[in-house]
């Protein structure tokens, strides 16, 4: 399985970002999938994640309320829309994929994720 993740950029605070993330290879729909971001210096932080079938998803308690991460089983994509971004929220976001989660789990630990995506960088400016 190989992961695209894009949609990143330079942002104002408050301003809204859409990331997309398509996988090649694999059956999509048997992945459970995730975000992540790190900055400089920093362990890989949970964002949210989504299971198989997508009615089943989790947030980073910082990112509740604000982040929705959905997906498209035909166009083999996830998203993660960000509405309210913060300057804290600036990192590069990856996203990964599990092919051993079963139906209804949402994966919240990074070990759990056999395939990454290359990262797309965030930059939120105050």
């Known amino acids: 399985v190989q992961l695209q993740a894009s949609g990143g950029g330079s942002v104002q605070a408050g301003d809204s970002l859409r990331l997309s993330c398509t996988a090649s290879?694999?059956?999509?729909?048997?992945?459970?999938m995730g975000w992540f971001r790190q900055t400089p210096g920093k362990e890989r932080e949970f964002v949210a994640a989504?299971?198989?079938?997508?009615?089943?998803?989790k947030y980073a308690d910082s990112v509740k309320g604000r982040f929705t991460m959905s997906r498209d089983n035909d166009k083999k994509t996830v998203y993660l829309r960000m509405d309210s971004l913060r300057p804290e929220d600036t990192a590069v976001y990856y996203c990964?994929?599990?092919?051993?989660?079963?139906?209804?789990?949402?994966?919240?630990?990074?070990?759990?994720?056999?395939?990454w995506g290359q990262g797309t960088l965030v930059t939120v400016s105050s």
């Open positions: 990964a994929a599990d092919p051993n989660a079963i139906v209804g789990v949402v994966v919240l630990e990074a070990y759990r994720y056999d395939y």
């Open positions: 989504i299971s198989r079938s997508g009615l089943t998803s």
């Open positions: 290879g694999g059956t999509f729909s048997r992945l459970a």
